[in-house]
């Protein structure tokens, strides 16, 4: 451990293990006050284990046959990452057709031609060892057999040796994953990706929908050619069934994927520090979520809460540990640990038991500059055992400061809202408890807003000319003003023509490209002003022409006929410029609530010049008016004289008024707050009242402010509650609110379902009924119910398989529900459960029940493994899925000739405790085609074909059963054809010239060689389906 740190280094040398120092590690860090736990640290050692040393077949593959070359790499830590390449280290191209699945296996969804290749080599690199792994490489044949079949029959009689059955176009069958539903788990915040390949001639897309809702568009994307859906950040909307699509013109296949969404816990609120003071009481709070909901755990200086040492003062209820007149001597750390299956979360809280006189924390002396009619925050950090009170008082102590205008924050924090001249001084915080007193001195002062007196106008120009942009500039005096200029956002090209003064901008000589906009900014180390221009340059004429203009800004500002809630205003227009007026916009300053901010009030046609303004209480208004041409907006005018409304009660009261509970025993009252120019004077306040529907007959009311949201504690769970808001302030309250009805928090169904029952339909569907639950025990708005079933064992010795946990969710209103696609001949429990938003209530009791017999699925294989002159022996194993008591296997056959036309089917029945059976009495060089099947009391399950031929003469029986995708055989056959052709050409050439040769005197002696049988070898194929 390094000294004075609690960071513990492991160095690794002298031929050590890495592995020794492999487990859980854990830090503890203590005091006399208390002991604090870190998280576990788990340590392990990277991994990169080398593959497996196997000898690899080559691969002989029909053309349009799908195909997947498996990877299986070896396990490491972390896993490797796998991708595939050839020997000269290039990636394999990848396509619709053929691409890498997420297990890493390559996927053909129909091989051509082209695929043939003997490097396809899978590679895995382990990332914390940097090391590359390597597969051996795999060997694969496309071969096309309808060529193969017509040169080799040519040579044998016209015999295919080979299946004469084209790989048709066919519809996509799913190669990955397998069935029509599947499930998926993902933890919320990590990453889901779902996988669909598909087999199919031509290549199928593939396309991805949610049945129960809309895929994230933000953050779901679609990879490996939209094979592979991956959404990150899951959350618990992401759960549902997704559904994957592949289709191509033949037809189209569906596969559906159940997510389900848990997850870790989560907070929700940690535990926080907590000083405290003796005989003072308090809480600290843990709470998380989690999927399944977490447990929570407490913990004293790292010992559980239960062997921890008594402490009267102390009560732990769940989530939360009570402090109820402490004592000095009781600091402690305490522990919560939240966890579920998932993972877990660890927090420490300090509760410190401690009298300490205050202290004020702020630095004394501090100066605050705000500038006018801005907000100003002077801050009072205190600190101190119980916490201080903090008050404030302005120049000698004159008295505590209240009221407007000023707002006290709970940390001390004094703000003025708008900051006047008058509010500038000395200010002097008192932070006070039971223990002692400190205060602090700070000082503010308020400087003069920066104002751009007089800004540049619009200018319009003549090439060659100069021009001159002024900008006058009122400040502070205390502050160091800086000037500078922007041409159309950017700084000012670098050219003498440019030249800054203090207060303006020359620009002599000036050119076409000197036009566009001008902008003055006028800077102190508190605030900033800007005013622009527009510069356009022109021609000059040859003849004088009309020069049009901005218009000047109106003049002669007059307010007349004064009510409480408008005011009549009238100016003279300036010179139009040769443009005529279209428009006067007439604009308002409020000086009280946002003082040099000017807001648009209204618009006037250009021929008039009065206007009737209607005004809101509480508002200090100066209007200036500005005139619009066909140049643009003059100047504005010089403001009116200030003209104040008196405060009134609140016109309106809030909006969007609305009740509803977060947890089960309460109420949150929320609303839309009043804006300032709403509010109609001084003191806003919400006046929040409400009472349980049908039942009080009083409103309880509480009044507060500077808030929207409002919390009723202790509420029953469920219930209706009248609930209203109403604005109110210093000179009255808003008008009668309507009341609004919203219900206080759910909580979990207190009762379950009963009783229930199930209905066996038939091998994969039950039906299952149960009684509703009672309304009271809903404890909210009832959302259905759920049935969790589970298939225990199959009733077959030779299968006990254990199925997952499933789910079926109905209707509120409904008492029965169907469950399909049950496994047959098999064992399942099943439990139903009301939920409701907040979640489910408990369980009924567990029911069980049997489904029957069904048909039985394929058998595992099925296969010819000797062939004779008259028999073949055939083999079979038992299906996977047998669905019952298998009571034997059905066995047709006929005869297939070389026009692919059937013969009669015969068929023969066998005991399902045999695995074999030879043919006898077959036709010799014959081709037969085979249909096994299962069967059960209920009936003969799917059948498996094959496809086999008689051989010809006894020695070409082999051991081997598909020889043709054997190199050897290939050549043995090339070179046979080859000596045939040279024969014929010796034969031709002999017979020319009218010699005797050895295959005359044949003909001679036996007739035509056409008729007579083949010597050569002949071999029994395997079917190629």
């Known amino acids: 451990m390094k000294p004075h740190s609690g960071t513990l280094v492991i160095d690794i040398i002298g031929g050590e293990k890495a592995d020794a120092y492999e487990g859980v590690y854990q830090c503890t860090a203590h005091n006399q006050l208390g002991s604090a736990l870190s998280n576990h640290i788990i340590i392990r050692q990277s991994r990169s284990p080398l593959w497996s040393k196997e000898r690899l077949s080559p691969i002989v593959a029909q053309e349009g046959q799908s195909l997947i070359l498996h990877c299986r790499p070896p396990a490491g830590l972390p896993p490797p990452i796998v991708f595939w390449m050839d020997h000269n280290f290039h990636r394999l191209p990848q396509s619709r057709r053929v691409s890498q699945g997420l297990n890493g296996d390559l996927y053909f969804s129909n091989v051509l031609m082209e695929d043939s290749r003997n490097n396809y080599i899978c590679y895995a690199r382990f990332p914390h060892t940097q090391t590359i792994q390597q597969k051996q490489p ?90 592979t859906l991956r959404i990150t950040d899951v959350s618990e909307a992401d759960a549902g069934e997704y559904r994957c699509t592949a289709g191509n013109r033949l037809g189209s296949v569906h596969h559906t994927i159940r997510v389900s969404v848990k997850a870790a816990p989560y907070w929700i609120s940690a535990p926080r520090n907590l000083v405290l003071a003796p005989l003072e009481t308090g809480v600290i709070t843990c709470r998380a979520r989690g999927h399944p909901k977490p447990h929570i755990h407490w913990s004293m200086n790292g010992l559980p809460i239960e062997d921890a040492p008594k402490d009267p003062s102390r009560k732990v209820e769940d989530d939360s540990i009570i402090f109820s007149e402490v004592q000095t001597g009781s600091s402690a750390v305490y522990q919560c640990n939240a966890s579920n299956q998932h993972g877990y979360l660890l927090a420490n809280a300090f509760v410190n038991v401690l009298a300490e006189p205050p202290r004020v924390l ?19 950090l205190s600190f101190g055992s119980p916490v201080p009170a903090v008050t404030w008082f302005k120049d000698r102590h004159s008295g505590m400061l209240e009221g407007d205008p000023y707002v006290f924050h709970k940390n001390g924090t004094l703000e003025i809202h708008v900051s006047q001249a008058v509010n500038g001084g000395k200010y002097t915080c008192v932070a006070t408890n039971n223990l002692g007193i400190s205060e602090n001195h700070v000082y503010l002062e308020v400087k003069e807003p920066t104002r751009i007196l007089r800004p540049p106008e619009y200018r319009l120009v003549h090439r060659n000319r100069d021009v001159v942009f002024e900008c ?92 409480a809630r408008s005011v009549q205003l009238t100016w003279t227009p300036g010179d139009e410029h040769n443009s005529a007026i279209k428009k006067f916009l007439i604009q308002y300053e409020d000086g009280l609530h946002q003082s040099g901010v000017w807001l648009n009030l209204t618009e006037v046609p250009g021929t008039k010049t009065t206007a009737h303004l209607k005004l809101s209480p509480y508002v200090h208004y100066s209007f200036r008016v500005l005139a619009l041409n066909g140049v643009g907006y003059s100047r504005p005018s010089v403001p009116s004289h200030q003209y104040k409304t008196n405060p009134a009660a609140p016109d309106e009261n809030p909006s969007e008024v609305k009740g509803y509970g977060t947890e089960h025993n309460n109420l949150v009252i929320t609303w839309k707050p009043l804006t300032g120019l709403q509010a109609n004077g001084p003191g806003l306040q919400y006046t929040v009242r409400w009472r349980q529907q049908g039942v009080e007959k009083d409103w309880t009311s509480v009044s507060v402010a500077n808030v929207s ?263 043995l056959m090339s070179a046979i054809a080859l000596l045939i052709l040279i024969l014929l050409i010796v034969c031709f050439i002999k017979r020319n010239k009218g010699g005797k040769y050895p295959v005359k005197e044949k003909e001679d002696a036996h007739g035509d060689p056409e008729v007579q049988p083949m010597k050569e070898d002949d071999v029994t194929f395997g079917e190629y389906r």
């Open 709 to 971: 949201k409002f919390v009723v504690s202790g509420t029953p769970t469920f219930v209706p509650y009248e609930v209203m808001v109403r604005a109110q302030n210093a000179y009255g309250p808003g008008p009668e609110p309507a009341a609004v009805i919203g219900h206080s928090g759910e909580d979990f169904p207190s009762a379950a379902p009963g009783p229930v029952q199930v209905v066996v339909l038939n091998s994969t569907l039950a039906e299952v009924h149960w009684e509703h639950v009672p309304q009271r025990s809903v404890r909210g708005r009832l959302q259905g119910y759920k049935v969790h079933y589970r298939r225990e064992r199959s009733l077959h010795r030779h299968n006990s398989h254990h199925g997952e946990q499933r789910s079926e969710s109905f209707g509120p209103n409904r008492t029965r529900g169907k469950l399909p696609d049950l496994h047959p001949f098999s064992a399942y429990s099943l439990h139903v459960t009301a939920f409701n938003s907040r979640g489910e209530g408990p369980a009924s009791a567990t029911q069980r029940f049997e489904t029957p017999e069904g048909v039985p699925g394929v058998p595992s294989f099925f296969r010819v493994s000797a062939s004779d002159l008259d028999s073949l022996t055939l083999e079979w194993a038992p299906p996977h899925e047998r669905n019952g008591r298998l009571t034997g296997y059905t066995l047709r056959y006929q005869t297939v000739n070389s026009s692919h036309d059937l013969g009669l089917l015969d068929e023969m029945d066998l005991p399902s405790n045999q695995s074999s059976v030879t043919l006898h009495n077959l036709h010799h060089s014959t081709r037969y085609k085979f249909y096994f099947s299962a069967k059960t009391q209920q009936g003969s399950g799917p059948a498996l074909t094959e496809e086999a031929v008689t051989i010809l003469h006894r020695a070409m029986v082999s051991p081997q059963v598909d020889i043709a995708t054997q190199g050897w055989f290939i050549g």
């Open 138 to 227: 795999i060997t694969v044949h496309v071969i096309d057999l309808d060529s193969l079949n017509d040169t080799m029959a040519d040579y044998l009689n016209d015999t295919d040796l080979f299946s004469d059955k084209p790989v048709d176009e066919r519809a996509p069958v799913f190669l990955v994953p397998s069935g029509s539903l599947s499930s998926q788990m993902v933890l919320r915040g990590e990453v889901l990706e779902l996988e669909c390949i598909a087999d199919g001639l031509p290549t199928p897309a593939v396309s991805w929908t949610k049945l129960s809702g809309e895929i994230p568009g933000r953050r779901a994307a679609l990879m490996n050619f939209n094979k």
């Open 362 to 380: 702020t630095a004394p002396n501090k100066v605050y500059q705000v500038m006018e009619n801005r907000p100003a925050l002077l801050e009072c």
């Open 472 to 563: 006058k500039v009122k400040h502070d005096p205390s502050l160091i003003p800086s000037t500078s200029w922007l041409k159309d956002g950017g700084e000012l090209p670098e050219d003498d023509r440019f030249r800054v003064h203090l207060d303006s901008l020359t620009i002599t000589g000036v050119t076409e490209s000197d036009a566009g906009t001008y902008t003055c900014v006028a800077n102190t180390s508190l605030d900033q002003d800007s005013a622009s221009a527009r510069l356009t340059v022109v021609e000059a004429p040859p003849t004088p022409a009309t020069i049009y203009g901005q218009p000047d800004a109106p003049t002669d500002l007059e307010l007349t006929d004064p009510t």
